[in-house]
């Protein structure tokens, strides 16, 4: 290991040099930042991260580890600083900002879906083993089974279709909530809350099988279910980068990496969330209405069509070489 001063002597001209170039685009606006000046940065703060980590392992308690924190603290906030502009910034942000966070968090967001179809296919599977379980479900849904008939036409239209829009937009908005946030708790409680909704889900799936009703329950489930559970399973994704970021900071202490993590994470939840309005709008006043089973779930193929169209595709950068110029 090299002495504090021979490490100080080492990287001093590097730290300077960020110093400076902090302090240079920390005066301008954003427009009249350079991208290689704005790269540049970027590549020092990381170098100075590393730096950090470096002393805070050989050099603890030292005066060095404190001049390293407040140098990082100074030029973290002028690389990630926002343009201001407030509500404007909004269509930008739904137009390319959240899809680049989706991609960005989909492997989290994968994992997240992976818990869900894991506790539907063991609540599907749970049914088969113990068709006793049926009697678990709600008193109503039961009674629909025996008739053979599911869905309500008369919940839809009117107060009551409103009332009812109303109630299961809080409710989706209170669950993805729970999803994200709980994911701070090392991400436990975040995989529990999936798998028991999947499971939930797939004891009603295979209790609508064994009554020969596939068509009418997943004519229920699919019109907003596309919509619904992918938000679920985008906030949980969320939740569990957070709590990737406490478990697993790296060199970064677990504040550090939390802080790092927390705002994309958090973004991406709240701006899913806001799709959940149109998840509970067709909630309420499709899903229960009598237009023809096959009719709704056009609506949840074309909703979930549109939807990953926007998620995937939105906000890619043209690959290099490919640029449209406007000189022939």
């Not at 920390?26 to 100075?48: F, I, K, N, T, Y």
């Not at 970064?252 to 705002?263: Q, T, V």
Request: charged share 15%; glycine share 12%; net charge positive.
């Amino acid at each position: 290991m090299i002495s504090q001063e021979e490490f100080r002597r080492r990287e001093a001209p590097r730290w300077e040099e960020l110093i400076g170039l902090a302090r240079k685009l920390g005066s301008r606006r954003l427009g009249g930042r350079s991208a290689a000046e704005v790269d540049r940065l970027s590549s020092l703060v990381q170098r100075l991260s590393s730096d950090l980590a470096l002393a805070r392992r050989d050099y603890p308690d030292s005066e060095l580890v404190s001049e390293l924190e407040r140098l990082l603290a100074t030029a973290q906030p002028v690389l990630y600083r926002q343009p201001r502009g407030g509500l404007r910034q909004l269509p930008v942000f739904f137009a390319v900002g959240l899809p680049r966070l989706f991609r960005d968090l989909g492997g989290y967001v994968a994992v997240a879906a992976g818990c869900l179809v894991s506790g539907v296919v063991a609540g599907w599977a749970a049914v088969g083993l113990r068709p006793d379980l049926t009697g678990l479900l709600p008193a109503g849904y039961r009674a629909s089974l025996a008739v053979h008939h599911l869905g309500n036409p008369a919940a839809v239209g009117g107060q009551l279709g409103s009332q009812l829009s109303a109630f299961i937009i809080q409710n989706n908005i209170r669950v993805a909530a729970l999803a994200c946030v709980l994911g701070l708790l090392l991400g436990v409680p975040t995989v529990a809350l999936l798998l028991a909704n999947g499971f939930q889900l797939g004891v009603l799936a295979s209790a609508s099988h064994s009554a020969g009703l596939d068509l009418q329950f997943w004519s229920l489930i699919v019109p907003h279910g596309v919509i619904e559970l992918t938000v679920i399973c985008t906030a949980a994704g969320a939740g569990l980068r957070l709590g990737d970021a406490v478990l697993r900071p790296g060199l970064r202490s677990r504040e550090e990496a939390l802080a790092r993590a927390a705002r994309p994470a958090v973004e991406l939840a709240l701006g899913a969330a806001c799709l959940l309005v149109i998840a509970g709008l067709i909630e309420g006043f499709v899903t229960p209405s009598t237009l023809p089973d096959p009719a709704k779930l056009a609506v949840g193929a074309g909703t979930g069509l549109a939807l990953y169209s926007w998620l995937l595709l939105a906000g890619r950068r043209p690959a290099p070489g490919r640029a449209i110029s406007g000189n022939c």
